[in-house]
């Protein structure tokens, strides 16, 4: 089994097919080897507004062709009927991940967040997303919390992102272009 180099980080899809395409054209540009999905994969829930692209059965098709190569965790508008359509398993609440070395917490953010803390150690990454917002923001005894912001629907006029991780940087992109407009370095921010 070989070692993952670079990951590809998204949440908070919405059931937007337009901006699940371009997701996966940057995915797959990127040369990321793993596909990591915060959660809210489907449906915008009733807080959000339609996204303009709002075509959840061809986010199941599009998901479903890269199957093999996702990591998902549940969000709080993932529910188990989507399970049933989906090939691929999203009902983890969390995933515990090693990036270089360090242990990354991984959940969608509306269980576990930096207002309730899961069990982390000194050094550890809280990674989430449920906000809509980008974030890097270090708290408690060197830990950095994480946020790749939305795909479909973000807010706090910040742009449609993801993040990107390899060499112990987690850069912060731009869905239109893949322009990355923030690093930040598992020992600091760049």
């Known amino acids: 089994m070989s070692q993952i180099k670079k990951w590809m980080i998204a949440s908070d899809l919405h059931g937007d097919a337009d901006c699940v395409e ?3 054209a940057r995915y797959r540009q990127s040369g990321a080897d793993k596909l990591i999905l915060l959660g809210d994969l489907l449906y915008h829930g009733p807080r959000n507004d339609l996204p ?3 075509a959840p059965k ?5 998901l479903n062709g890269v199957g093999d190569e996702l990591l998902c965790v549940r969000g709080n508008c993932d529910t188990e009927v989507d399970q049933m ?3 691929f398993p999203i009902l983890a609440e969390y995933a515990l991940l090693v990036f270089d070395g360090v242990t990354v917490f991984a959940t969608h ?3 576990y967040n930096t207002g309730k803390l899961p069990p ?3 050094g550890d990454i809280l990674l989430h997303g449920h906000t809509h917002v980008p974030a890097a923001d270090s708290f408690g005894e060197d830990n950095l919390y994480l946020n790749p912001g939305s795909v479909s629907i973000p807010k706090e006029n910040s742009p449609k992102s993801y993040l990107l991780y390899e060499n112990g940087t987690f850069s912060f992109c731009r869905l239109e272009n893949g322009e990355v407009w ?3 370095s598992v020992g600091g921010d760049q």
Do not use: M, S, W
């Not at 061809?58 to 599009?62: A, D, F, Q, S, Y």
């Open 22 to 24: 371009q997701l996966l």
């Open 52 to 54: 303009a692209g709002y």
């Open 58 to 62: 061809r986010v199941i098709e599009l």
């Open 85 to 87: 359509v989906l090939t």
């Open 109 to 111: 953010g509306h269980n």
């Open 120 to 122: 982390l150690k000194r």
């Open 182 to 184: 923030r690093t930040v």
